[in-house]
């Protein structure tokens, strides 16, 4: 129990505490009342403020830095989560705290119960969505850029910050292959990111739109993407005024692909019904399933109609890092813009997006805004983030990208998405040769979607199935998996997306998923 009162860390402060804060009043206090008065108002002081001294920073530093390592000592074994009857999900019910309590005793409980009890994202026996375990460097730069707190708005109260981040916008952004100038910037992730390119497009096509609103376009204008794309669309068409229904949702073919000729027929239908086409959204990594569009023919659709070409790599344009595997997505230096989180397959904590264009004056045209009251830098050459970003004031989440790529360079990136690439494919082959499972999607990126085998069965029975064994796989909390749906079919989707995950997790995952098959 964390005491609230006479806590030993904080107060009362002692003659001492108060020594060590001086804090000189020009009040010349001759009486003792007026230094005992004098002391208590320090006192007060003391307490409203956030300070510790040098030895108590080091000491709660020192602390957590172990507690942080000896968690990263354990993820390779680590269970994801407790087993399902000890999970719980109720309000914690504490109440506003009047007065502080003791700094370790609260850390040291805030990281016990959110290591016993939480959820492990960043273990390597989660095959989960596409959060990472985090690169040490990241979480270090995550401590440096809290610390420092740059604000990003601007350059002049950024400096060294704002060109570190656009170094890494074009170190990644070097990575696509664009023959032409390109730009971009840092976002929160893959929601703003899309957001962002839907507003860019928006600009490029309809200039009069960003003062005037759509209304003033006298058009509807319209886009299309996959059904199996991401949902952050559906939204950023409904926020940004075009409506929802103007997101076209596309079928796709039975690799899970948006299918080109069912878009080009919906593109002129549109035209003919004086609906404004301006862009498709081709995704590079399906939430579902990994699966990658074709972008070389969305790009020539996207030419023969003058469209802008938006590819959502939020998770697989990552693969440009690697030179033996970016052929994966070919054709994504055709596009006008590309969203790729660092947050996913880059192994970066949250958050972490970048929106990239190579449409770079797009950014101004859709985001700047004058003000009266931004610093300026006589001598920047450079716009301020504000005037190319929806964001504001504005986190670095590009430290620790920057950090780990000069620690541990853009070959590890290479390393990983080939070791993770291979682990998918063996695991691939094998539901693909079980008696339990079959395949349900061709594997394409380290993401496996299986059905259990149960031929000439009506879907909602193997949809039963699959969530049967799902829950019996995740009972335990040793590992995680979950259930989707590809193409209105339900699949088990496994991902393998912690760099720390090695064959033997998949063959405990194997084991696993075979003793489910066998007890539904
Ligand atoms: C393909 C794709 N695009 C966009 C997003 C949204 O990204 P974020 O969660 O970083 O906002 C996701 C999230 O998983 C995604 O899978």
Redesign the pocket.
């Known amino acids: 129990m964390i005491g609230r009162s006479g806590d030993p860390e904080i107060g009362p402060a002692t003659p001492s505490s108060i020594r060590a804060h001086p804090r000189k009043s020009a009040v010349d206090f001759s009486s003792e009342a007026q230094s005992i008065n004098f002391r208590l108002l320090n006192y007060r002081f003391f307490l409203m403020v956030f300070d510790f001294d040098f030895e108590k920073r080091r000491m709660l530093g020192y602390k957590l830095i172990d507690r942080v390592n000896e968690y990263f000592s354990s993820l390779p074994e680590r269970s994801v989560q407790l087993p399902s009857d000890q999970r719980t999900f109720s309000e914690l019910g504490e109440t506003l705290p009047e007065v502080g309590a003791d700094a370790l005793a609260v850390l040291e409980e805030a990281c016990t119960e959110l290591i016993e009890h939480g959820f492990h994202v960043p273990s390597a026996n989660y095959f989960g969505?596409?959060n990472p375990t985090p690169t040490y460097m990241a979480v270090l730069a995550e401590m440096l850029v809290a610390a420092l707190n740059p604000q990003l708005a601007s350059l002049a109260r950024s400096q060294l910050a704002a060109r570190i981040e656009r170094e890494t916008v074009h170190w990644i952004g070097g990575r696509v292959g664009w023959d032409r100038p390109f730009d971009g910037t840092f976002t929160?992730?893959?929601?703003?990111?899309?957001f962002s390119a839907m507003a860019l497009a928006l600009a490029h096509y309809f200039p009069e739109a960003v003062e005037d609103g759509l209304i003033s376009t006298g058009k509807r204008p319209v886009l299309y993407t996959s059904t199996e794309?991401?949902h952050?669309l559906d939204k950023s068409a409904g926020l940004l005024g075009l409506g929802r229904t103007a997101l076209r949702r596309i079928a796709v073919t039975a690799n899970a692909q948006l299918d080109p000729a069912i878009l080009e027929t919906r593109i002129l239908q549109d035209k003919t019904q004086r609906f404004a086409p301006f862009c498709v959204v081709a995704?590079a990594?399906?939430?579902n399933s990994g699966t990658i569009d074709d972008l070389d023919i969305l790009a020539e659709i996207c030419q023969r109609h003058h469209l802008w070409l938006h590819v959502?790599?939020?998770?697989?344009a990552a693969a440009i890092f690697s030179n033996q595997h970016r052929k994966l997505v070919q054709g994504i230096e055709r596009a006008d813009s590309i969203?790729l989180?660092p947050?996913?397959w880059l192994a970066m904590p949250?958050?972490s997006?970048l929106i990239l264009t190579s449409r770079p004056e797009t950014l101004e045209q859709a985001f700047a805004v004058d003000t009266p009251y931004m610093p300026r830098s006589s001598a920047a050459t450079l716009l301020d983030n504000f005037k190319v970003s929806t964001q504001w004031s504005r986190r670095m989440n590009s430290l620790k990208v920057w950090l780990t790529l000069r620690v541990h360079g853009r070959q590890a990136y290479e390393e990983l998405i080939h070791r993770q690439l291979e682990l998918a494919r063996s695991f691939a082959q094998w539901a693909q040769g079980s008696d339990d499972f079959e395949l349900a999607v061709p594997q394409v990126l380290p993401i496996v979607n299986l059905r259990v085998k149960l031929p000439g069965a009506p879907e909602e029975q193997v949809q039963a199935a699959n969530e049967a064994v799902v829950q019996e796989v995740t009972q335990d909390g040793q590992r995680w998996i979950s259930t989707t749906f590809v193409n209105g079919r339900s699949v088990i989707r496994v991902m393998v997306i912690s760099y720390l995950t090695e064959e033997r997790h998949l063959e405990d995952l194997k084991k696993a998923l075979m003793t489910a098959a066998k007890k539904r």
């Not at 929160?188 to 899309?194: F, K, L």
């Not at 959502?312 to 697989?316: M, P």
Request: no cysteine; net charge negative.
């Open positions: 969505l596409m929160s992730g893959g929601n703003e990111a899309n794309a991401h952050s995704t990594g399906t939430t959502d790599g939020a998770y697989g969203t989180d947050h996913k949250f958050s997006g």
